[in-house]
């Protein structure tokens, strides 16, 4: 008796938890994927390419030597993990863009970056602006991804291919899955 009670309990929690992640907003989703990879891909460019750090194993071989390897510290697994604690501090600067053509929406980084030009203002008229809770709202899907995706994020920025953001948030996670538009920079 216990024992189908256990199992009916696992049915209805698996149950449960499958369709909330099923009424999860695509579009919030998606430009918080798109807004992680934007960022991280901007943190991992303002890095000293010149930088490396030792990985692998620090115990010595049976016969005296260590097997440890430098690589860039850019990519690396440690900054990496380190730049995801962060991410998602960076979602208040985005807010809801609508295409003035397409009427198209996703969510967009509207402040310019403090080591970019001060010129690289967008327009704002497109902008929607709803205060502190779209911005959590936004913060709350960057931090869920983050932890669900956080060894894929990793595992695609390690390998410093081109396509992160498509792979991620297309392929990995599917929320941008229906995302008819090209993949614009946030």
């Known amino acids: 008796m216990a024992s189908w009670m256990f199992h009916m309990s696992v049915m209805v929690l698996s149950t449960f ?49 260590m097997t440890d390897k430098k690589v860039p510290f850019a990519r690396s697994e440690t900054h990496l993990s380190e730049l995801l604690d ?51 709202n936004l913060k709350f899907a960057c931090e869920t991804l983050v932890e669900e995706l956080e060894d894929d994020i990793i595992s695609l920025l390690g390998q410093d291919e081109g396509n992160v953001k498509e792979e991620l948030c297309n392929r990995v996670s599917d929320y941008c899955e229906d995302d008819r538009q090209p993949n614009d920079e946030l």
């Open 86 to 136: 962060g991410v998602c501090n960076s979602m208040n600067d985005y807010a809801l863009y609508v295409d003035p053509e397409t009427h198209h929406k996703q969510y967009r980084r509207f402040a310019p970056r403090s080591s970019g030009s001060s010129g690289n203002f967008p327009d704002f008229k497109n902008f929607q602006f709803d205060g502190p809770e779209a911005s959590n």
């Open 17 to 65: 938890i499958s369709s909330s992640q099923s009424k999860r907003d695509k579009l919030l989703y998606c430009s918080a994927c798109k807004a992680i990879v934007d960022e991280l891909n901007h943190s991992i460019s303002q890095v000293d390419p010149k930088m490396t750090i030792n990985v692998g194993s620090f115990r010595l071989n049976p016969d005296g030597t």
